[in-house]
């Protein structure tokens, strides 16, 4: 015969009866209390981790930004280039000495008018003579 503790489980040693049960919820209850802090700071940690790589002033924009600043300076260059072609162009035409080269050739495009002997050779209409 079995006495009434024995059977409910408390007088065993491994059993699972109220006091073990209260043990185990008290020691899962420390391990999360002292599991709650690192996992807060590693998550935080994370969070501020994938954003310096992936958040918008992260690396891989960096990476995009460096791209759109080397076309932005390529552009810059050719319409650098193309402004002081057209200033070279136009002090050609200013001042007491006028190249007059320069002058014929402009004044001829402007009035569009040749010469008997000159071959002329047509452009689509978008395209840049110089």
């Known amino acids: 015969m079995m006495r009434d503790g024995a059977a409910s489980g408390e007088g065993a040693p491994w059993g699972f009866g109220g006091f073990h049960m209260v043990r185990i919820r008290r020691a899962i209850g420390r391990a999360l209390k002292l599991m709650a802090a690192p996992v807060v700071l ?70 569009n008018m040749t010469q008997r002997e000159e071959i002329v050779i047509p452009y689509q209409p978008g395209q840049r003579l110089f």
């Not at 981790?49 to 460096?66: D, F, K, N, P, T």
């Not at 260059?77 to 190249?99: C, H, K, M, Y």
């Open 42 to 111: 590693s998550s935080l940690a994370g969070f501020f981790i994938w954003h310096a790589s992936h958040g918008e002033r992260g690396l891989i924009a960096r990476e995009a930004r460096v791209v759109q600043i080397a076309e932005a300076r390529t552009e810059l260059a050719r319409a650098t280039a193309e402004r002081e072609a057209a200033e070279r162009r136009v002090n050609a035409l200013r001042g007491a000495t006028i190249d007059r080269d320069q002058l014929e050739e402009r004044a001829r495009a402007l009035l």
